[in-house]
């Protein structure tokens, strides 16, 4: 399946010193995802609210404050820098973490927070041929904060399209611990999996401007606060297995991801 270039950039931007610890493994301060809380997709002038989900377990509730710089999509996916230097209509502002509300603090200060909201420019079709504006052309919000004395950087790509039709985030998912749905910690060998949400399909303009349909390809990575997994990484439904005994307390995260920049989010402590 198609790899999701945001889902991999947020694991090697944001800067670790421990070479070792295993991606999926929860220490220290960690961006795991960004969500446009309407729609990841947009008309030109249309608004987008970002959401970010953030991880901090061993932070004890504070607040973080860092910038965004927000700009027409230079081209990341073909190779550009993740930086706006070339837009010299780019906007700067400030974000701030709090995990010390009762929604982070009480799940080892893990969930959503610092919401930042944006507006895609009117002049980012400009230039654009008709099938870039069908397809979408992309808008970047890329988050810096300094924590613990490293820099922690993140984006996401909100879509502009003139499609008519919006892609939406993932909803409805549910985690499965050997075929039941999850409400007690996992112990050594058991499996995880998560289902629930159906790919939406969507129209999509080949060179020749000829309109195909296609389906989205649904991602799972998979996070825990204690212990270790087979696959940190899986297709949609596609099983994983813990591989540590049942540890006293576990926080698990598992964030779902369309190939249009939708995100859905399962959180689950006990």
Not at 41 to 64: H, K, M, N, Q, Y
Not at 197 to 204: H, K, L, Q, R
Not at 229 to 244: C, E, F, I, M, R
Request: with cysteine.
């Amino acid at each position: 399946m198609k790899t999701l270039f945001l889902f991999s950039l947020l694991f090697l931007i944001s800067c670790s010193d421990d070479k070792f610890t295993r991606v999926e493994t929860l220490k220290g301060f960690r961006i795991l995802g960004i969500r446009a809380t309407a729609k990841p997709e947009v008309s030109p002038l249309g608004a987008a609210t970002l959401d970010l989900f953030v991880s901090d377990v061993d932070g004890g509730g504070r607040i973080i404050n860092g910038t965004y710089e927000a700009c027409i999509d230079p081209g990341i996916s073909v190779g550009a820098e993740v930086n706006c230097d070339h837009d010299p209509s780019a906007l700067t502002g400030a974000s701030v973490i709090n995990t010390t509300i009762p929604d982070l603090a009480n799940n080892l200060f893990t969930g959503y927070t610092g919401s930042v909201s944006v507006t895609v420019p009117a002049n980012i079709f400009l230039g654009r041929s008709d099938r870039e504006k069908f397809n979408g052309v992309g808008y970047i919000v890329i988050f810096r904060f300094d924590v613990d004395g490293k820099t922690h950087t993140a984006f996401k790509r909100v879509v502009a399209t003139n499609r008519g039709t919006f892609n939406s985030n993932p909803a409805g998912s549910t985690v499965y611990l050997n075929g039941a749905p999850l409400t007690t910690i996992p112990g050594k060998d058991d499996k995880l999996r998560i289902s629930g949400t159906t790919p939406e399909t969507y129209s999509y303009q080949n060179i020749d401007g000829s309109i195909e349909t296609k389906s989205e390809d649904l991602e799972v990575g998979w996070f825990v606060s204690e212990g270790k997994l087979d696959q940190p990484k899986a297709d949609y439904g596609d099983t994983v297995k813990y591989l540590d005994d049942t540890p006293t307390n576990l926080l698990l995260v598992a964030i779902v991801r369309d190939d249009r920049g939708g995100v859905e989010i399962v959180r689950f402590f006990q």
